[in-house]
């Protein structure tokens, strides 16, 4: 039941599909959900990752295909009602999925040294057809993004990631010729070129940027410290939207924790964020959020203000005894223009290598 030490916290990446489709997972972060744009499950499938955790469509040969970075790390329930972090044997994986949840094809671990004494954890995977690449950020592990060919070979670090440059590079998005990283320990967005070289900063004093996805010309930036950005082709801030300054306050967060103190999913508001976590944009040009919390969080919004926002997932109350969350509620409040502090939400519940969990 949602809200109990056995429900699963949520981690997993969220895409939007050609035909109008949206690809989500269950909270445990391995099912497959494919559902309509308002969220009815149109077919499900389970598969062999443990952690979804960043998810690309791709179209091959006329294919379409989801590229997943598995983290092969989940947080598990403890017997006092907490989580701990569990890691699986030998490091992440980078694969290709059908969209029946069959693998297609994996990408080979980096063969460098670092990954000798340390763990490969990535977090995004972004093909780049035109460039002829497949790139993985290791948001989670040595901080390095990879680059691969379209065939698989390794070709190498992006040279903007070296020597620690990045702090949880954690999503990636292509802009034409250039790829935008969301470097969220450092709060900022990067532009890198097709050799993976820095071209530059392309927007800072974010609240730690954890996902990226464009609807036209707008840069939607999901801000795990409870925020979604707006931001123009220059990187300049439109505004914000369901903004929670309290949310990263909670104790517990960014779960809630019962009288008890036992770790339970938080009761948020349909129009407020907690910790969004991957963003997609569907055909009509509403974005969807997934969020990072027990028993996981579906949201879909308008950012023009057409209609309210609405909860897709889950669909019932988060804890016994508490009323369940509204499905539809007010439009999603927008601060548009107001830019507040970049270091908001520092505080984590438990922190080991990871910058969140």
């Known amino acids: 039941m949602p809200g109990t030490q056995q429900t699963p916290w949520a ?28 969220g009815r499950l149109l077919a499900e499938h389970a ?13 091959e040969d006329g294919r379409e295909l989801l590229w997943i970075a598995d983290t092969v790390s989940a947080p598990r329930p ?7 972090p569990w890691y699986g044997p030998g490091h992440g994986r980078v694969l290709a999925l059908g969209l029946d949840g069959s693998i297609e094809r994996e990408l080979e671990l980096p063969p460098l040294p670092v990954y000798e004494s340390q763990r490969f954890e990535p977090t995004a995977v972004l093909p780049l057809p035109g460039f002829g690449q497949v790139w993985v950020s290791d948001g989670y592990g040595a901080g390095l993004v990879h680059r691969y060919s379209t065939g698989g070979d390794y070709l190498g670090i992006a040279p903007a990631s070296r020597d620690g440059a990045f702090s949880c590079p954690h999503a990636m998005v292509q802009d034409g010729g250039r790829v935008i990283v969301a470097d969220r320990e450092n709060d900022r ?4 070129d097709p050799e993976g070289q820095l071209i530059g900063t392309f927007a800072d004093g974010l609240r730690r940027p954890s996902c990226l996805a464009f609807r036209e010309e707008t840069l939607v ?16 801030l439109m505004g914000r ?9 909670r104790p517990g967060w960014p779960n809630a924790l019962s009288h008890g103190g036992a770790t339970i999913a938080p009761q948020v508001p349909a ?4 910790s969004p976590h991957a963003v997609a944009v569907d055909a009509a040009g509403r974005i969807h959020v997934v969020e990072w919390l027990v028993g996981g969080r579906h949201v879909r919004f308008n950012p023009d203000g057409a209609g309210p926002a609405t909860v897709l997932w889950p669909t019932a109350p988060a804890d016994p005894g508490l009323p369940p969350s509204e499905a539809a509620a007010p439009p999603v409040p927008s601060d548009r223009g107001r ?5 908001a939400g520092r505080g984590r519940p438990w922190h080991h290598q990871h910058a969140d969990f």
């Open 11 to 38: 981690h997993h990446g969220l895409a939007a599909l050609t035909d109008g489709r949206i690809v989500t997972f269950t909270p445990g972060n391995n099912v497959m959900r494919i559902v309509d744009p308002d």
């Open 47 to 59: 598969t062999e990752l443990v952690t979804a955790h960043g998810v690309t469509p791709a179209v």
């Open 78 to 84: 403890d017997p006092d009602g907490g989580y701990s």
């Open 189 to 192: 967005l990067v532009t890198l």
């Open 221 to 236: 930036v999901g801000e795990l410290s409870a925020s979604v950005a707006l931001l123009d082709r220059d990187g300049r």
């Open 241 to 249: 939207h369901g903004t929670d300054a309290t949310a990263v306050e």
């Open 271 to 274: 129009e407020r964020f907690n």
């Open 339 to 343: 830019v507040g502090s970049g270091r």
